[in-house]
């Protein structure tokens, strides 16, 4: 009654379905681990950005690695902008997905180290090779409020050609590379101003980073768990329409053989000539 799953079609049917299924498993687990990621995430942005903001030298160091942890800690620093090496980072996104280029500007602190502030948003100049113009940083000694931020390496962002590039203009936040351009000590990682305010409102600070919403990850999970659940029930339909197509087809091929016979019963003999 079911040996046609024997057959090479259903063989190839049913290993495909087997082999789909862990597949399947997995790739819910996977959007499932993301939405674990996404949720803790969430909880961590939302923690460090209710903390007390704390000096950003009880936090970082120079050649310190910012751990995950401490990202957007809020933080202050005092001291004056170098306004000499200021440089941009090139093709950054603003909070409405315009192009343009983040200002970076070196802040001395007292001790005479460094620590690297991004000011914010600015669009880029027409030519790609002029530097553009971003409002200058306030001159003297001050005080900026922002959020801990990691070095950005090549590896995390895939961008591998730094070179030749115009000057004062970089594609990556770097510490240690800024600390070899300045000749001295700079914090690893950097800060993300966000106070004071900038006169006039350029360059556009960065606003605080998404942590209310989770994505879709969780659903994606179910959908997956669903589908592996389908795939038997499914097989199981092909089975049962398989099995009742080929009954009805042999009882058709039975109907006919069975009317041929009697037609054959019927038919009248040829009579012998006298």
Known sequence: MYRFLLSRQWVILTLLALVLMPVMVELGFWQYHRHEHRVA???????????????????T??????????????????????????VVVRRRTSADERIGVLVLTPLV????????????????????????????????????????????????????????????????????QAAKTLGREVLGGYVEQTAPAPAGGSPEQIPEPDHDSIGPHMAYAVQWWLFVAAVPVGWGVLVRRERRDRLAARTAAGAETEAGAAGDGERPQAVAAP
Do not use: C
Request: charged residues 25%; neutral net charge; without cysteine.
């Open 41 to 59: 995430q969430n909880g961590l942005i939302e923690e460090n950005l209710r903390a007390e903001p704390v000096e950003v030298t009880e936090l």
């Open 109 to 176: 602190l007292a001790d005479g180290r460094a620590v690297l502030v991004n000011r914010g948003w600015a669009p880029a100049a027409a030519d790609q090779m002029t530097y553009p113009d971003v409002p200058p940083a306030p001159k003297g000694r001050v005080t900026i409020t922002g959020r801990l931020k990691a070095d950005e390496t090549t590896g995390a962002s895939g961008i591998k050609d730094l070179k030749g590039l115009p000057p004062r203009q970089v594609m990556l936040i770097d510490s240690r």
């Open 61 to 86: 160091s120079p050649g310190h690695t910012v751990p995950r942890s401490d990202y957007w800690r809020r933080t202050t620093a005092t001291g004056t902008f170098d306004a000499a090496h200021e």
